[in-house]
């Protein structure tokens, strides 16, 4: 059975750090793409972070770059969202996606709260 585990979300005053980490089980991880979403009250859905794993491409919002880095590590089957000098906005539940290629399939971990506040 597929399932992916967020953590690593927390409280932190703004220009603080926080890694986000989502475990995947149950899937070929190489097969997928992995990004990060946010979802801050009363918004939609964002898409945050991108990483391919066929070439390690990487992209970004505009709102996070520079600040945020996605990454993996193929033998921990798991994917980071590294997040430093954040802000009140960047306040949200953060989620990982993680979509095979050509398939159209995707799965979702459960989110993750992240909370920046002074």
């Known amino acids: 059975q597929i399932h992916l585990e967020e953590s690593g979300g927390g409280w932190v005053q703004p220009g603080g750090s926080l890694r986000l980490s989502c475990v995947a089980s149950?899937?070929?991880?190489?097969?997928?793409?992995m990004r990060w979403y946010r979802q801050a009250p009363g918004k939609e859905r964002e898409k945050v972070a991108t990483?391919?794993?066929?070439?390690?491409?990487?992209s970004y919002a505009d709102s996070v770059k520079g600040r945020f880095t996605i990454s993996t590590d193929y033998a921990k089957t798991t994917v980071y969202l590294q997040m430093n000098n954040l802000q009140p906005l960047d306040t949200a539940v953060y989620y990982c996606?993680?979509?095979?290629?050509?398939?159209?399939?995707?799965?979702w971990g459960q989110g993750t709260q992240v909370t920046v506040s002074s």
């Open positions: 990483i391919l794993t066929t070439n390690g491409y990487t």
């Open positions: 996606n993680f979509a095979r290629r050509f398939s159209g399939i995707e799965y």
């Open positions: 149950g899937l070929s991880f190489s097969d997928y793409d």
